[in-house]
């Protein structure tokens, strides 16, 4: 079993920024990471991609981010992080830390971040 535990939402001003972290713990062995990443759900809305990164550092992110937010990875530590800047209204969201690998998804408990006007 994988465990993702994310950190960092919290409440911003138009304009600000916000870092999330999210660590993955497993007591497997021989676990195997295809990519870590972050989703967000917007009340009433679907959940989306934010942004994902392979083992590799291949990154990707959804065009409405794009310039404005930075993932990273600590392979040794099993970690991603999400740099948030410029942050507007429409970013309020749970974000949720992703976690696939060859066979299956994990997702975390998700963070919530609200950006006020």
């Known amino acids: 079993q994988v465990q993702l535990v994310e950190s960092g939402g919290g409440l911003v001003q138009t304009g600000g920024s916000l870092r999330l972290s999210c660590v993955a713990s497993t007591s497997r062995s021989g676990f195997s990471i295809v990519t870590m990443g972050w989703y967000r759900q917007a009340p009433g809305k679907q959940r989306e991609l934010v942004a994902t990164?392979?083992?590799?550092?291949?990154?990707n992110y959804a065009d409405f981010v794009r310039g404005r937010f930075t993932i990273s990875r600590d392979g040794a530590k099993n970690t991603v992080s999400l740099q948030m800047n410029s942050l507007k209204p429409k970013d309020t969201a749970v974000y949720f830390c992703?976690?696939?690998?060859?066979?299956?998804?994990?997702w975390g408990q998700g963070a919530q971040v609200t950006i006020t006007s």
């Open positions: 992703n976690l696939r690998t060859m066979i299956t998804t994990y």
């Open positions: 990164i392979t083992g590799g550092g291949y990154t």
